[in-house]
DNA sequence: CTTGGGTCCTGTGCGC
DNA sequence: TGCGCACAGGACCCAA
């Protein structure tokens, strides 16, 4: 589910909860995410205090006072919610909101030393959770072979060149490997191939360094303003106070097959690249 | 080494 | 209304 602006989004939601808070009490429902959850995963987690809250690609990071770092990925499915201790009261079926999630899938709720609680709801679970010691976590095989942040001072044509060297692999695919470039997902590759209008299916060692350039500039573009809107909202995602994210309606190609093109008016094409599907133009792309 | 396909899991929306 | 199938924001694992 969630891509880079989405976890951004969540992370911003929770620091206000999170940073600086004593976790009081943790209760673990389930145990079975994509993977199990560490052992004694709840007592090492009772009593820290937590530090900063940081994102890598599209992880979330609490920094602990113990030495060590609470990781973890939402993988298609997962959100995280806040209730707060003094809980402000919301109106049913308010449109800017998501309807709360099943609670027959909260796996993991979090208790703060104000008696804020922050549930992890994930009904697929494909998200994952670990705790790693704090000046090991470069070695941790989820962050071992992470590309650079694309909003980060890496990224550019010229790393994109450089990664992209020799590949015959589609552009597409090449983007998201988390190896290139962390923290793309099938929404913003999408968008950003189509805003700078490079056909997703052109092998990645196959395109001018002129063209890299604008494409990694498109791809920071594309993630700044869907992180100033919240993310987007499709299904399961929401904020954790349960606003619902809004560039779903800035989308231009993403999900909207059949539609025209926003720039010459053809129809809007879905393919499948890799077991995925890519929304494209076939005529501005190229 | 690179690349594409299958896989994990549950829910939703569509055509019949 | 019900059924079955395709598909969904990720990414690991394995075979070619």
């Not at 308010?94 to 992890?120: K, L, N, S, W």
């Not at 968008?191 to 494409?215: C, K, N, Q, S, T």
């Amino acid at each position: 589910m969630p891509e880079l602006p989405e976890v951004e989004t969540v992370r911003r939601g929770l620091e206000p909860v999170l940073a600086g808070r004593r976790l009081r009490r943790i209760e673990t429902r389930r145990s079975d995410l994509r993977f199990p959850l560490p052992r004694r995963f709840r007592e090492r987690l009772e009593g820290a205090r937590v530090g900063r809250l940081d994102r890598r690609a599209k992880f979330l990071l609490a920094e602990l006072d113990t030495g060590e770092v609470f990781v973890s990925h939402l993988g298609m499915s997962g959100r995280y919610v806040v209730h707060p201790a003094e809980a402000p009261e919301r109106a049913l079926g308010d449109p800017y909101f998501a309807a709360p999630p099943d609670p027959a899938h909260t796996h993991v709720v979090f208790e703060t030393d104000r008696g804020d609680r922050i549930e992890y709801n994930d009904p697929r679970r494909f998200g994952y959770m670990d705790l790693v010691a704090a000046d090991a976590i470069g070695l941790h095989p989820w962050f071992l072979d992470l590309g650079p942040e694309p909003l980060g001072g890496v990224f550019s044509g010229e790393h994109l060149s450089e990664a992209f060297k020799g590949k015959q692999q589609s552009v597409k695919s090449a983007l998201l490997d988390q190896r290139v470039v962390a923290g793309l997902g099938n929404i913003y590759v999408c968008e950003a191939l189509f805003r700078a209008r490079v056909d997703p299916r052109r092998p990645a060692g196959r395109i001018a360094r002129p063209r890299l350039d604008r494409l990694a500039q498109t791809v920071r573009d594309v993630l700044l303003e869907a992180i100033e809107a919240g993310g987007s909202s499709l299904r399961d995602y929401a904020r954790t106070d349960g606003a619902l994210g809004y560039f779903q309606h800035r989308f231009q190609i993403y999900d909207r097959e059949s539609e025209p093109c926003v720039n010459c008016g053809r129809k809007i094409h879905r393919i499948t690249q890799a077991g995925r599907s890519t929304f494209c133009c076939v005529h501005c792309q190229r």
